[in-house]
């Protein structure tokens, strides 16, 4: 059923690549998706740790559909790995008739009635595009001497789209070399409609990946782009705990 062409009750499909680094935050992203007030919602997850499924195997035990995506590892992360995780998540959506995305990045925490919201607000403002912001990590903004409130994502991090969307955003990915602002062009030229939200709800941006957070990329990150953190310096903890998944290689 559906009221000037919006379903009633859409199935939407909850997000995040991920990989080992971001294990201690897994569950919180569980639990945090579960809690949602809105339930026609299913998960799925693509791991891309470079060492091999131990951290499917810990997804998979909670009972959250994902697949492993072997990186690439010569490659710029955005225009091969990161791209083929959403091209995989798009492909689970039209496997399960998903009309919505929602994506939560694998550290972020959303309050329990967020998805319900951004819903709504789509539903009533007819578009195809609903974000929030969410703040820096506490760490990472102390680290570099910043304010918490100095900067806010607004991006993949809490981010409802529609599947029609994400995929003519994959389409046209070449002309734009980054998923998110391929995702804010295309609700442009299709003229899909958007809508910003800022404190309409909480959303948890956690800290705890920071010890076991590790760089096997060439990230090419440019500080001019709008959307990357002003936060240059991470904390000390920084890559300084292997995960608890990948403990067994480094016995090996």
């Known amino acids: 059923m559906s009221v000037n062409g919006y379903s009633l009750n859409p199935l939407t499909m909850a997000f995040a690549p991920t990989y080992a680094?971001?294990?201690?935050?897994?569950?919180?992203?569980?639990?945090?998706?579960?809690?949602?007030?809105?339930?026609?919602?299913?998960?799925?997850?693509?791991?891309?740790?470079v060492f091999?499924?131990?951290?499917?195997?810990?997804i998979q035990d909670r009972g959250i559909p994902s697949i492993h995506l072997q990186?690439?590892?010569?490659?710029?992360?955005?225009?091969?790995?990161?791209?083929r995780c959403w091209e995989l998540a798009l492909e689970h959506a039209r496997e399960i008739d998903a009309e919505w995305v929602f994506s939560v990045e694998a550290d972020?925490?959303?309050?329990?009635?967020?998805?319900d919201i951004m819903l709504q607000v789509a539903t009533l403002a007819r578009v195809h595009l609903v974000t929030h912001g969410y703040p820096m990590h506490e760490s990472a903004a102390e680290a570099s001497g910043r304010e918490m409130d100095e900067f806010w994502y607004d991006e993949l991090g809490c981010m409802l789209l529609s599947t029609d969307l994400l995929d003519e955003a994959l389409k046209h990915y070449d002309e734009y070399h980054k998923l998110s602002i391929a995702i804010f062009s295309m609700a442009e030229r299709r003229r899909a409609g958007y809508c910003r939200l800022t404190c309409a709800f909480e959303v948890k941006h956690l800290d705890d990946a920071w010890p076991t957070e590790y760089v096997t990329f060439p990230m090419e990150l440019d500080p001019d782009d709008p959307s990357f953190c002003p936060t240059p310096t991470p904390p000390a903890s920084f890559?300084?705990?292997?995960?608890d998944c990948l403990q067994v290689l480094v016995k090996e």
């Open 21 to 49: 680094g971001k294990e201690p935050c897994l569950a919180a992203w569980h639990e945090g998706l579960k809690a949602q007030t809105y339930k026609n919602l299913q998960l799925f997850m693509v791991d891309n740790t």
């Open 52 to 58: 091999g499924t131990q951290h499917l195997k810990v």
């Open 71 to 83: 990186p690439w590892t010569d490659k710029p992360f955005e225009q091969h790995t990161f791209k």
């Open 108 to 115: 972020n925490v959303p309050a329990p009635e967020a998805l």
């Open 239 to 243: 890559g300084t705990v292997v995960p």
